[in-house]
């Protein structure tokens, strides 16, 4: 499970949206599998999104809804009494590996929520690890070596498969990329040159690097006749951040992260099309038909319920995501269209078919997905009674979160920075462009990434 940060929907090859962007091993996985076309995570902020993907969960249902819940000891003592994929997987017999980015609580806790190696790596900083780069376990302690972290984490995956190949196995890989600070080495950038932005060429270095390491992992796998027995997931875990201007700041802090989200609307912090559709792929070889392009609306939620449903575990209700196996390898759908769910402070949504309802900066827009993913067309007016059936669904299943209700989590700073970007994306209504960067103090970079609320 590949799990990239602040990657705009726009930025693989195979989305066909730019001709920019270079992932030809990503694009090789869909090529041999499905790319999801309406792909999905469960927030538009990396911290929640995580806890998501990992447990399988809405993670409103135990109270963590946006970042700043990261610091609430109350919040993670919940998060921690949920069972993770890879703790129910290890219970199956499985070994379990993550590489990356973690933010969901101290790094010597890691390991308590079923992984048995670890490196925690999302910058060229110290990391933390329980397993050194031969695949030799380590007592759990810092790590201090040198190298681009994009690349040691690739690096580890594939000592983890060298390691484990006989066995079952789960690895998470997590890339801080291309998630501010931007980073990428000048070896990286020179693969892009000419005109652009100079935030662009960061992110496209970065965003190869992370597509370098899923080729490496391939090879790997191939290397011990284990491509046709592994499941691979390559998914974003937020729609990139654009700050509405894409303003080409100078140096690699906070800010746009050169990423895009074309041609969907909106950004991160944003319950719109471009806050959470991602890129989305998935690969089988020999299980899943390869060259497809799936327009069925999936979320992150997917990957648990499909993942424990081929390891043989009882289907659990509390899980929310379904098995994607059934649609993908040709059994006809035996369901109506489900409902996708999404609560974020003060934004909630709904989508259902081809139809979304979205709460949002103090408003209420219903759109036509199939026919407008723009979102640029508010349905609301000519279609009152399908914006009130969804409400309705979405009104009941808040019911269910913790705390329960559609506005039962309040925040004035970010009530008043979703109307900002609300009036932006959906009303038209713009702010004046800020002055060039020549003329504004510089900012340091912040080296916590992504400590903030948006």
């Not at 995570?41 to 806890?51: D, G, I, K, N």
């Not at 499941?231 to 906070?254: E, Q, R, S, T, Y």
């Not at 036509?368 to 399908?386: C, F, I, M, S, Y």
Request: charged residues 25%; glycine residues 12%.
């Amino acid at each position: 499970m590949i799990f990239t940060d602040d990657h705009g929907y726009a930025d693989l090859g195979v989305q066909g949206v730019r001709d920019d962007v270079r992932t030809p091993h990503i694009d090789a996985l869909a090529a041999r599998g499905v790319r999801f076309a309406d792909g999905y995570v469960t927030a538009p902020q990396c911290v929640p999104s995580r806890a998501g993907i990992l447990t399988g969960r809405y993670q409103n249902r135990f109270g963590l809804e946006s970042n700043p819940d990261a610091a609430d000891a109350g919040v993670m003592q919940r998060f921690r009494q949920q069972q993770t994929l890879p703790e129910r997987l290890r219970d199956r017999g499985y070994v379990t590996g993550m590489a990356g980015k973690w933010h969901l609580g101290p790094p010597p806790q890691i390991s308590g929520h079923g992984f048995d190696h670890v490196f925690l790596k999302q910058s060229n900083g110290a990391g933390f690890w329980s397993m050194n780069l031969d695949g030799e376990d380590v007592p759990p302690s810092l790590h201090q070596g040198g190298g681009y972290h994009l690349e040691l984490i690739a690096d580890f995956a594939c000592a983890f498969i060298d390691r484990h190949h006989e066995k079952p196995f789960f690895f998470y890989l997590a890339p801080r990329a291309p998630h501010v600070p931007l980073d990428a080495p000048k070896r990286l950038l020179d693969r892009f040159p000419g005109e652009m932005p100079e935030r662009r060429r960061q992110a496209l270095a970065m965003i190869s690097a992370v597509d370098d390491g899923v080729g490496r992992i391939v090879e790997t796998l191939r290397k011990h006749d284990l491509e046709r027995q592994t499941l691979i997931f390559v998914i974003g875990d937020n729609g990139a951040p654009l700050k509405m201007h894409m303003l080409d700041a100078p140096g690699g802090g906070p800010g746009w992260d050169g990423s895009l989200n074309t041609p969907m609307n909106g950004e991160k912090g944003m319950l719109t099309e471009g806050g959470v559709r991602v890129p989305f792929v998935a690969a089988w070889p020999g299980v899943i038909p390869g060259g497809q392009t799936s327009s069925d609306p999936v979320i992150s939620l997917d990957v648990a319920a499909t993942a424990l449903a081929l390891a043989g575990t009882p289907r659990d209700e509390a899980l929310d995501g379904v098995d994607l196996l059934p649609r993908l390898t040709g059994e006809p759908p035996s369901a109506p269209p489900r409902a996708l769910y999404w609560r974020w402070l003060d934004q909630s949504a709904i989508r259902k078919g081809r139809w979304k309802y979205l709460r949002g900066g103090g408003r209420e827009y219903l759109f036509d997905l199939v026919a407008d993913p723009e979102e640029k067309h508010n349905r609301l007016a000519d279609r009152p009674e399908q914006a009130a059936q969804l409400f309705g669904e979405l009104r009941a299943w808040s019911r269910e979160l913790s705390p329960p209700g559609i506005g039962a989590l309040k925040s004035e700073a970010m009530r008043s920075q979703g109307v900002k970007f609300y009036d932006w994306y959906l009303e038209g209504i713009r702010d004046p462009v800020p002055p060039p960067a020549a003329n504004r103090k510089p900012r340091r970079p912040n080296p916590a990434g992504d400590g903030g609320r948006r």
